[in-house]
């Protein structure tokens, strides 16, 4: 079974609207940690926010949230006032408590247009 | 903000080869990692370390990758004998401690193409 999912291969979005990136993912250890990274066409994977499998509240980071649903096993990235330089590849990652690697979904590709 | 930095951004070699990629990890991170991504799939765990031993590593590590740190600055990640299957984006990262909280700052990649 995959333990990330990302369902959406492609999203557009108009510039200034919102858009969710969905992620769902699977594991049976309660100590847990959920990844967004953004990947633009030069190639580079920039950290963009963080949630704890314990946290109580949903992480922010300027203009990205991410939608923690535990018991529903998802992690949605929320992009508010979307622009251009938002346009980029996103994957989702998990690392289960005891181990070091990330584990990657297949990402989505965000489109932003004027 | 510190960065991981990564040399050479595009590296091209004939299959057979050795190659050495490099890594400048965040000053203050103890972890470091490797992962590859094959163009257009999946971004893949390779290996992790910490206090100069591996301490993790995926199946796809095998005996033709080594790890190494010569110097306090630089990890680097060794191929030998490379195929035509290991062309792609290799990334370093780093972390300030280990678990499951603590976010890897990747570097920007190094292209790797066999030829």
């Known amino acids: 079974a995959q333990k990330i999912t990302q369902t959406q291969p492609g999203m557009f979005v108009q510039e200034k609207e919102a858009v969710t990136l969905d992620c769902t993912y699977d594991?049976?250890?309660?100590?847990?940690?959920l990844f967004w990274y953004k990947q633009p066409s030069s190639g580079e994977m920039i950290f963009l926010i963080y949630q704890g499998s314990y946290d109580q509240q949903n992480a922010t980071e300027g203009r990205y949230s991410l939608n923690f649903q535990k018991a529903r096993k998802s992690a949605n990235l929320v992009i508010s006032a979307s622009q251009l330089g938002d346009s980029a590849m996103y994957f989702c990652?998990?690392?289960?408590?005891?181990?070091?690697?990330?584990?990657f979904g297949t990402g989505t590709r965000l489109q932003v247009f004027p | 903000e510190p960065e991981v930095t990564q040399t050479p951004s595009h590296q091209v070699t004939q299959m057979g080869q050795e190659v050495i990629l490099r890594c400048v990890p965040i000053?203050?991170?103890?972890?470091f990692y490797w992962y590859r991504q094959i163009l257009g799939q999946k971004v893949e765990f390779l290996v992790s370390f910490y206090n100069n031993e591996i301490s993790e590593k995926s199946e796809i590590f095998d005996d033709q990758f080594s790890v190494e740190r010569p110097d306090g600055s630089n990890f680097t990640l060794k191929i030998r004998s490379t195929k035509l299957e290991d062309s792609a984006m290799y990334f370093c990262a780093s972390s300030e401690n280990r678990g499951s909280n603590q976010p890897q700052h990747f570097g920007d990649g190094t292209r790797l193409s066999i030829l």
């Open positions: 000053s203050n991170h103890l972890y």
């Open positions: 990652a998990m690392r289960e408590g005891g181990t070091d690697k990330l584990i």
């Open positions: 594991t049976s250890d309660p100590s847990y940690g």
